[in-house]
């Protein structure tokens, strides 16, 4: 085997498959605690962190994103090390990227190290020390070789940019997410502007991350197109979404939703949505789809399966998945063996099971948030003049 293909050419070649939600995942697992969500996992249980890469590979996933979310010298010193720990970023991206590349080498994956917004930022700390924050976890990507770097989670556009820059000094492919909906970012910088402003910053590689699902996702992934047109720039686009339904939820996304972070699931999407959200995706050119918490191994593969023709090969784990629920052919009962094909699952409307889940958690909201179109579509408000009678009634208080 030759060396292998850099990120920016498999981009422009086909589709690339990113990886599914480490901290949600490993927080259920018992390894992450919910709250501060930092990774010092990759000290205490490298094993762990090891497992689900190797899922995630099994997937169909090309590449290897090192656990290094929040994992600045800030985010862990003031807000992670639970119970007394002092672990340092730097030991924590040292580990971090070790044993992403222990598991990239077991396939043809590649590398990535990952930088994510500032408590510094935050608390309205200047450019100079959060840039200083991103230089030191950059200095151990580049020490460890990372193929390429990504700013992830970002809620504003301005940080972005500072840590865009910063990436830009290694002259490494930079991807850029941030974790906004269709109303832009928490300054209310509309999306399409945050994604010409990333890609003026320098990233290679822009779209979103997190807060909210596949197709709430996509539609800023629309916004963020149109921008990026009209001002004639042409990256690569990138989407991670929540494996989660939220469109219910306002400009902040799921964080804000009561759920958040311990009764998500029966909002869980299922393999099927990710289906649709592959195709979706690659339709709008999408070219790196992969997931943000809430997403496992199920869902990636759902989008190697979906993307099987694109990409030419199928995941390793589609060994023991024949598509579209195929191998329920096998079945001992014949109406269980009625539901091996693919119209049953791509019709099938699933129940929660709980008499009393309501389909949104803030319904009173549903004529007025992010995602309240599709809500509306949901709920079988579907022509726009009832639609626009829903804004209405909302606007004025409920009163009809
Ligand atoms: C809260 S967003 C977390 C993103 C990170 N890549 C993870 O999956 O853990
Ligand atoms: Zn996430």
């Known amino acids: 085997m030759g060396p292998k293909k850099g990120i920016l050419e498999r981009l422009a070649e086909g589709v690339?498959?990113?990886?599914?939600?480490?901290?949600?995942?490993?927080?259920?697992?018992?390894?992450?605690?919910?709250?501060?969500?930092?990774?010092?996992?990759?000290?205490?249980?490298?094993?762990?962190?090891?497992?689900?890469?190797?899922?995630?590979?099994?997937?169909?996933?090309?590449?290897?994103?090192?656990?290094?979310f929040y994992a600045s010298d800030d985010k862990l010193i003031n807000r992670g090390n639970v119970a007394g720990k002092k672990f340092t970023g730097a030991a924590v991206n040292a580990a971090a990227c070790k044993i992403a590349k222990e598991v990239a080498a077991e396939g043809d994956a590649l590398v990535l190290g990952g930088i994510s917004e500032t408590p510094t930022?935050?608390?309205?700390?200047?450019?100079?020390?959060?840039?200083?924050?991103?230089?030191?976890?950059i200095q151990v990507f580049v020490d460890h070789g990372m193929d390429f770097l990504l700013c992830e989670y970002f809620e504003y556009v301005e940080e972005v940019e500072w840590a865009i820059e910063v990436c830009k000094e290694t002259g490494k492919p930079v991807?850029?997410?941030?974790?906004?909906?269709?109303?832009?970012?928490?300054?209310?910088?509309?999306?399409?502007?945050?994604?010409?402003?990333?890609?003026?910053?320098?990233?290679?590689?822009?779209?979103?991350?997190?807060?909210?699902?596949?197709?709430?996702?996509?539609?800023?992934?629309?916004?963020?197109?149109?921008?990026?047109?009209?001002a004639g720039l042409k990256?690569?686009?990138?989407?991670?979404?929540l494996g989660y339904h939220t469109p219910d939820a306002g400009p902040q996304g799921f964080i804000d939703l009561l759920e958040f972070p311990f009764a998500l699931e029966p909002r869980l999407c299922t393999r099927w949505d990710f289906h649709k959200f592959a195709r979706q995706a690659y339709d709008l050119g999408v070219r790196y789809i992969g997931g943000c918490c809430g997403t496992q191994h199920h869902h990636l593969r759902a989008v190697a399966e979906e993307l099987a023709k694109e990409r030419g090969k199928t995941p390793l784990s589609s060994?023991?998945?024949?598509?579209?629920?195929?191998?329920?052919?096998?079945?001992?009962?014949p109406w269980v063996r009625a539901r091996a094909n693919r119209e049953f699952w791509e019709n099938?409307?699933?129940?929660?099971?709980?008499?009393?889940?309501?389909?949104?958690?803030?319904?009173?909201?549903?004529?007025?948030?992010?995602?309240?179109?599709?809500?509306?579509?949901?709920?079988?408000?579907?022509?726009e003049a009832e639609q626009e009678e829903v804004r209405r009634f909302k606007k004025g208080g409920g009163k009809h």
Request: hydrophobic content about 40%; glycine content about 12%.
């Open 348 to 383: 099938l409307k699933p129940a929660t099971g709980r008499p009393f889940s309501a389909s949104m958690s803030e319904p009173e909201n549903w004529g007025v948030t992010a995602g309240s179109k599709l809500m509306m579509q949901h709920a079988g408000v579907t022509t």
């Open 16 to 68: 690339v498959i990113g990886d599914g939600g480490f901290v949600f995942e490993l927080e259920k697992r018992g390894y992450v605690m919910a709250g501060p969500w930092t990774p010092e996992v990759t000290l205490e249980h490298p094993d762990a962190v090891r497992e689900l890469h190797r899922e995630y590979l099994r997937a169909g996933s090309d590449v290897m994103q090192a656990l290094t």
């Open 175 to 230: 991807a850029s997410t941030m974790c906004i909906g269709p109303k832009g970012d928490m300054h209310g910088v509309p999306a399409g502007e945050c994604a010409v402003r990333m890609a003026k910053a320098g990233a290679d590689i822009v779209g979103v991350n997190c807060h909210f699902d596949p197709f709430v996702s996509l539609e800023t992934i629309k916004l963020m197109k149109a921008g990026l047109e009209k």
């Open 121 to 137: 930022y935050l608390s309205g700390g200047g450019k100079a020390a959060v840039q200083a924050e991103f230089r030191k976890q």
């Open 235 to 241: 990256p690569f686009l990138m989407c991670q979404p």
């Open 319 to 333: 060994e023991k998945h024949a598509p579209w629920g195929e191998g329920l052919a096998l079945h001992t009962k």
